[in-house]
């Protein structure tokens, strides 16, 4: 909402200057956007009189105007048909500057010299649309400059207004509350319509509300003589100011008024109504209408429509028809003031996807009992601008008067909300101050509502109102002193914790990527159905991501774009995907995902430089579970559609807990990335759920332990797993550990064979093992060994 | 005594002083070597000594016993101090380079916004504030219906939607979990709920579809505006320093009543004015304001018993202005060379 400081004067004094009115404002809750004065676009122009005139020989349609301007007397080449002696022109003369850094230069035009010109308001920047030359007051100085002449550098407060508040979609609304400050009070323009007694509204025009409930009150007038011209200079100043663009002096009366008072009218060329009946009906299905904007609707049974008897002319609030618009030649004006039950305007205006002036303070609620005076308000400005005859009485079909509102206010519950001691004398004295009626009765007071106040419902409503005017800075802080006996993080916040803890700790960087991704890629990471926006922003942003890959992935090419190569990612968050294929129910699951690409640790003098393998996520992520204390998981082949065969699934308890693994080469392909990328992404309910909470102390081992190593010889086909779990079988007395600290394929074995070494640790919690109870375990683990495997033993 | 442990004692007093003299004279490892050997080793003259014990009188054992064993003793312990003074200091002749470079152990860091998140967490949970959370994917009731914000109705305008369908929608704020959080549990409630929010607005350097909020509500009888004033001047207090001043603003939001912008003095020019804060000296934080009755009776809470406030904040607002960050877009790059600064 925009409203310039001119335009608040004209309904309230006061004192203070622009930026102290935003002040104001913003701390009664009209928060402020920008103060902003119009400046001016042009430089030394002068008030000029024009002492004579005559016609270009050549050219007709031009003139030749001698003008004075004190310093000298000049004559200008004009092209406007209504110059005339004795009017005050603003000047440009050579040097003048003119908006858009254009300097005035001496022109020749048809064989005349032209040193200068005389001005319209759009050459000035002034205005949008008047082409014709601006004349200027006769109390206009010869000489003086213009600016000084027009000393009007409008300034234009602009409000973020919000939803509750459409009594501020008019000035004297938000006069109203500057007075409501200051404990001044406004002054509403006074109406002295001059009504023919030749004609009667009610003999012109009937009105018929069809459906009440979306229409409760509608009320018109008509006017007739009247002529369709430009609006004066002050009035396109005005709108335009504000941000409305003038289309005529009927059609911007409308839109002054609307500007001034909230409510929203709407002139009707009177001639093109059919039937001189107005009908307030709901649209019928299959309907099609055209709006003033040359949009055609298609409407819907709930949409309110105005008609004329026949056809529909307006779309009822929200914008009128093409059929019926205000022309030229328009001379019989049917003038609305309605209210529109809100819920229905914002549906329509929803529907259509239309959001106009008029739409936006429907559907906020216009105070319906202002209809009248805005109709009059606009009645006697149009007559005054574009003359005519207003015919006597105006239409007021009321079928669902709104009742008065009236709500008990405790003083007690004001400070028991507010957490102070605001007295009585001072609450009656703000909602008196804006404009509540109020009766105090002890610590009881009962209070009218205004009309226009469509937003106080309830007693808290009111305790706001008293708020917001005695000042929340007013209210004393409370320091706070209260204790809580529940645990502040919840279990499942605080392992989410240990988890970016230890990743963080085995060297990954946290990122945080946007969890809407393209479709095609969600699409790549799941079997599952993905979950959609019906109104994404873009494609790339039009599906909720179904793991946290793809969009870390993103991440990985910025990177590396920046030259940056070695890089290790961690993200934890939400994937979403529909767990049926009807789209009926979905699933939101979190985990925490890993990335990690390039060389391990970081370049340095001692060690040579080595490509990550798939074997450094697997301990990265084995790491994170020894750090959990998780050790029950099983390993398998992964058969994921993103991975290739470098690739594992985990389980815990035969719960699928997560994957590691290799992008496949056809998605390395789609990113442009030559280099491996592996990847991992664990179920964090599903560690969570492993994860053991009360941790009990195990004794150290009092007793030394005893190591032996082993190597032996193996079938290349075997999984180190199976190795480890023949070996943990038959060590099952004493042996600790088996750790693989050596594994060899080639020249120095036979082929199809591979050389494992084992560090085995043996101890024994109550005694310190004797090298025979060792070699005795030792032997049968050797022996399970050759037997079930098939190995050979090493020297 | 007998003559002979007298005799004996003598000797070890010879001795004694014999291994002073060499102790005190040996000069490098083989002197020292040839000490050990003739005092400790196993062929010593103090080992001799101790197989002479089987060849004197019983009763005078314990007391030769003695006298051996603290001769040994110090011996022992004045070699191993005369042993250490002789250890070569370091290498001082041998050149080592301690300015070339160490070789780093890889450390990762936490993304800013979780470690800003982490810091309001710390600070709510020391005011006895609890940590909920809830759904990214929310339902329509959820969001908009049980906050007061009907269908239909102009206030929807202030969030811009992503919707799923008819009911689905991904949520525009964390206060649903206001509302699920009162649904679980009666008064007193006194929760914070940060977490992921979405809202249809074109990316720009303030503006991100995918956004982080903490939304903060308690509930209790007696609880005032008051209170939220002070909720809000602490955690301001605790999060930027003990000079900085707040300032409330009425505003509207649907599902409080009265409802307020708070705002804190700008933390870079300490409210003097400047281009963060425009020159107004306010940095415009979020909302907050008194639960709107409706609200408790969508969660059949009793409104004339219980009274409560609740508050938000942008946790990218708060990120940014802590770090002086001026694009919000940054956050989603995940530059390594950004995150690595935190």
């Known amino acids: 909402m925009k409203v310039t400081v001119d335009w608040l004067k004209q309904y309230v004094d006061f004192s203070q200057s622009p930026k102290e009115v935003a002040s104001i404002l913003t701390m009664l809750g ?34 030749i105007c001698t003008v004075n301007t004190v310093t000298e007397t000049i004559s200008l080449v004009c092209g406007a048909p209504h110059v005339a002696p004795g009017m005050k022109v603003p000047v440009a003369v050579v040097g003048s500057k003119l908006p858009g850094g254009i300097t005035v230069k001496s022109a020749t035009i048809h064989g005349y010299e032209s040193p200068g010109m005389i001005c319209s308001e759009a050459e000035l920047g002034l205005s949008r649309q008047s082409e014709i030359i601006m004349v200027l007051n006769e109390s206009a100085r010869i000489g003086q400059d213009l600016k ?145 904007d040359e949009k055609e609707h298609s409407l819907s049974n709930q949409m309110l429509m105005i008609c004329d008897g026949e056809k529909p002319v307006a779309l009822a609030g929200v914008m009128g028809g093409l059929n019926s618009e205000i022309s030229n030649s328009t001379t019989r004006v049917l003038l609305e003031s309605a209210y529109f039950t809100p819920s229905n305007i914002r549906k329509t205006a929803k529907t259509l996807g239309i959001s106009s002036d008029s739409s936006q303070r429907f559907e906020r609620g216009v105070d319906p ?42 003083v007690d519950r004001i400070n028991q909300l507010l957490g102070a001691a605001i007295p009585v004398a001072e609450v009656v004295d703000i909602l008196e101050r804006l404009e509540f009626k109020t009766t105090a009765n002890k610590n009881i007071i ?60 085995i060297g990954y960087n946290e990122v945080l990527t946007q969890s ?31 793991s946290l890959i793809p969009g870390m992935l993103q991440i990985i090419k910025w990177n590396k774009n920046r030259y940056i190569n070695d890089q290790r990612l961690f993200e934890l968050g939400h994937i979403f995907y529909w767990s049926d294929p009807n789209q009926s129910a979905h699933c939101e699951e979190q985990k925490i995902a890993f990335i990690r690409i390039g060389n391990t640790g970081q370049i340095n003098w001692l060690s040579a430089p080595r490509a990550s393998t798939f074997y450094d996520l697997k301990g990265d992520v084995l790491s994170l579970f020894e750090q959990l204390k998780i050790s029950n998981f099983q390993f398998s082949n992964a058969e994921l559609k993103f991975l290739d065969n470098q690739s594992l699934e985990l389980s815990i308890k035969q719960t699928k807990a997560g994957y590691i693994g290799r992008l496949t080469p056809e998605l390395l392909e789609k990113l442009d990335i030559q280099e491996d990328i592996f990847v991992a992404e664990l179920d964090i309910t599903t560690l969570f759920q492993n994860y053991t909470w009360d941790k009990k102390f195990h004794p150290i081992p009092r007793y030394p332990a005893t190591k032996r190593d ?7 086909q075997i999984p180190i797993q199976k190795v480890e779990e023949v070996i943990k079988l038959a060590g099952n007395q004493f042996l600790k550990s088996a750790r693989l600290f050596d594994y060899y394929k080639g020249k120095q074995v036979s082929q199809n064979k591979k050389s494992l070494t084992f560090s085995l640790i043996f101890f024994s919690t109550d005694r310190t093992l004797t090298e025979k109870e060792v070699d005795s375990e030792l032997e049968s683990i050797i022996q399970s060994l050759k037997s079930t495997l098939n190995a050979q033993l090493r020297a | ?108 860091t936490k993304h800013p916004l979780n470690q800003v998140l982490d810091e309001i967490k710390e600070i709510f949970a020391s005011l006895g504030f609890t940590i909920e959370d809830g759904p990214e994917l929310e339902t329509d009731y959820y969001n908009f219906e049980a906050l007061n914000i009907p269908e239909n109705h102009p206030s929807r305008d202030l969030q811009d939607t992503f919707y799923i369908n008819e009911k689905l929608l991904l949520r525009t704020h964390t206060s649903p979990v206001q509302i699920r959080t009162m649904e679980r549990m009666s008064p007193p409630v006194r929760m914070i709920a940060p977490g992921k929010c979405y809202r249809k607005d074109a990316p720009d350097a303030t503006h991100s579809p995918v956004f982080h909020q903490v939304e903060g509500l308690c509930v209790d009888e007696g609880i005032t505006f008051a209170d939220l004033k002070g909720v809000i001047t602490a955690f301001a207090r605790k999060l930027f320093g003990a000079n900085v001043k ?84 940054i956050f989603y790059e995940n530059d390594l060379r950004f995150l690595n600064q935190f």
């Open chain 1, 148 to 292: 000084d002449v027009l000393n009007r550098g409008e300034v234009v407060i602009e409000i973020d207004l919000t939803p509750n508040r459409p009594d501020c979609l008019g000035a004297i609304g938000i006069a109203r509350e500057i007075a409501a400050f200051n404990r001044s009070t406004i002054k509403k323009p006074k109406i002295n319509l001059n009504e023919t007694t030749t004609l009667k509204t009610s003999d012109v025009i009937n009105v018929i509300i069809e459906n009440p409930e979306s229409c409760p009150r509608y009320t018109a007038r008509y006017l007739e003589g009247i002529k369709i011209s430009h609006s004066p200079h002050w009035l396109i100043k005005k709108l335009e100011a504000v941000g409305l663009r003038s289309i005529n002096n009927v059609v911007d009366v409308t839109n002054f008024v609307m500007m001034e008072t909230g409510q929203p009218l709407h002139a009707f060329d009177y001639d093109q109504l059919k039937k001189k009946t107005i009908v307030v009906r709901h649209a019928k299905g299959g309907e099609t209408f055209t709006t003033l």
């Open chain 1, 446 to 505: 009962d209070v009218q509502i205004p009309s226009f106040r469509v937003d106080i419902e309830r007693e808290v409503d009111l305790i706001e109102e008293v708020a917001r005017v005695y000042g929340f800075n007013r209210i004393v802080e409370k320091s706070y002193s209260l204790i809580s006996l529940s645990q502040s993080a919840k279990k499942e916040e605080r392992f989410s914790q240990l988890l970016r803890n230890i990743s963080v700790g």
């Open chain 2, 1 to 108: 005594m007998t003559q002979q442990l007298k005799e004996i004692l003598e000797k070890l007093d010879d001795l004694k002083k014999k291994f002073l003299k060499d102790i005190s004279e040996a000069k490098n490892d083989t002197d020292l070597e040839n000490i050990r050997i003739q005092y400790l080793g196993r062929k010593s003259e103090i080992a001799a000594f101790f197989n002479l014990m089987g060849k004197i009188h019983s009763d005078e054992r314990p007391e030769m016993g003695k006298h051996l064993n603290i001769l040994k003793k110090y011996v022992q312990e004045t070699f191993d101090n005369a042993a250490e003074q002789l250890k070569p200091k370091a290498t001082s002749h041998e050149f080592f380079d301690i300015s070339l470079p160490g070789i780093p152990a890889s450390v990762g």
């Open chain 1, 30 to 63: 009209l928060e402020v956007d920008s103060v902003r004065q119009i400046a001016y676009e042009f430089e030394n122009i002068i008030v000029g009189e024009i002492v004579a005139i005559r016609k270009h020989e050549l050219k007709g349609n031009l003139s």
């Open chain 1, 369 to 410: 009992d202002g209809l009248i005076y805005a109709l009059d308000r606009a009645s006697q400005l149009i007559q005054e601008l574009a003359g005519g005859k207003i015919a006597q009485g105006c239409i007021d079909c009321n079928p669902r008067p709104f009742e008065k509102r009236a709500i008990k206010l405790r």
């Open chain 2, 246 to 329: 707040i300032r409330f603003r009425p505003s509207f939001f649907p599902f409080t009543e009265p409802s307020a912008e708070y705002d804190f003095s700008c933390v870079m020019c300490n409210g003097k004015g400047c281009s963060v804060c425009k020159g107004s000296g306010w940095l415009e934080i979020s909302g907050a304001g008194m639960v709107d009755p409706a609200v408790f009776n969508f969660v059949g809470y009793d409104s004339e018993k219980y009274t409560g406030y609740a508050f938000g904040m942008g946790v990218e607002r708060i990120a940014m202005l802590k770090y002086q960050i001026d694009d919000i877009r």
């Open chain 1, 710 to 716: 082993i190597s032996l010889l193996i079938d290349e």
């Open chain 1, 516 to 546: 809407l991704i393209n479709g095609k890629w969600a699409e790549k990471f799941t079997d599952n159905p993905c979950v959609r926006l019906k109104n994404p922003l873009s494609e790339d942003l039009g599906t909720l991501r179904t």
